[in-house]
């Protein structure tokens, strides 16, 4: 994140929200943990519940890093290719998570969903904060 500049005058804020909030790679690592177990438990509730957290995580970071708006598709807009380089898989993701949380009869299948999560994963390894 601080290589890429991604949080430009934000830096020292959000170096003082990872102290202060335990958004560190460490919880981080933990997050990553659980969204892995939920994906895998084979329950299709909670392969969803995978997606959210992971999107959720994501948008936590943009949030942190300084980006503005009511809603997470309002920051990403602000995002560049260069700021995070698989950015049209996070816009597919994300719509994906929309369809999730406001289509209740939406249902995605194991390899779609670990294919979503895996987004993310890109995305998070990126910054240094999984591996």
């Known amino acids: 994140v601080f290589r890429l500049n991604l949080l430009g005058k934000y830096a020292g804020e959000y170096r003082e ?3 202060m909030e335990g958004v560190g790679k460490k919880r981080t690592l933990k997050v990553w943990k659980q969204i892995l177990s939920d994906l895998d438990s084979g329950d299709p509730t909670r392969r969803k519940y995978a997606i959210i957290e992971a999107d ?3 948008d936590e970071l943009l949030k942190l890093s300084g980006f503005q708006g009511e809603t997470m598709s309002d920051r990403l807009k602000q995002v560049s290719a260069a700021q995070i380089s698989n950015l049209d898989d996070i816009w597919t993701a994300h719509k994906v998570r929309n ?3 406001h ?10 969903a670990d294919r979503i999560v895996k987004m993310y ?8 904060l999984i591996d």
């Open 17 to 19: 929200a990872l102290a």
């Open 56 to 58: 959720k995580a994501l």
């Open 99 to 101: 369809r999730i949380a």
């Open 103 to 112: 289509e209740p009869d939406f249902q995605i299948g194991h390899d779609d």
């Open 121 to 128: 994963a890109r995305t998070f390894q990126q910054f240094g």
